[in-house]
């Protein structure tokens, strides 16, 4: 039987655990903050909690709930510099860090995230 990463990393628990401490980072980063207007994270920390478990083989309530990512377009609205999208991985390292994950499954979803950053940049200044 196969088991996609989501399950391998240990599921809904792990992708919660990653980023909730990546939200706790972002809620005191005065770069970050203001891309989030929603004066209670807990939405915006739900919606990238689904989005997540969906990209890793997890249930696709993402999906269903908020049809296609379209990540460009959705962050569109907000200035991502490149300044922006290190501060996003410094706040999801730290989730990373948090996770019990084996060093290839860190990695493998480090690489993701550190890519993903990099395509959501959408200004140079």
């Keep these: 039987m196969t088991t996609t990463f989501y399950e391998d990393i240990g599921g809904e628990a792990t992708i919660r655990t ?12 005065e770069l970050l903050r203001p891309m989030y207007p929603e004066e209670d994270l807990g939405p915006a920390e739900e919606r990238f909690t689904l989005f997540l478990m969906q990209y890793w083989g997890g249930p696709t309530t993402y999906g269903d709930t908020r049809g296609h990512p379209r990540l460009r377009m959705r ?4 200035r991502v510099t490149p300044d922006a999208a290190q501060r996003w991985l410094v706040h999801f390292r730290a989730g990373l860090d948090e996770a019990d ?25």
């Design 18 to 29: 990653i980023v909730h401490r990546f939200y706790a980072g972002v809620a005191g980063d």
């Design 101 to 125: 994950l084996t060093e290839e499954q860190d990695a493998r979803f480090w690489d993701y995230v550190t890519h993903a950053a990099q395509f959501m940049v959408n200004s140079m200044e």
């Design 75 to 78: 962050h569109a609205p907000f």
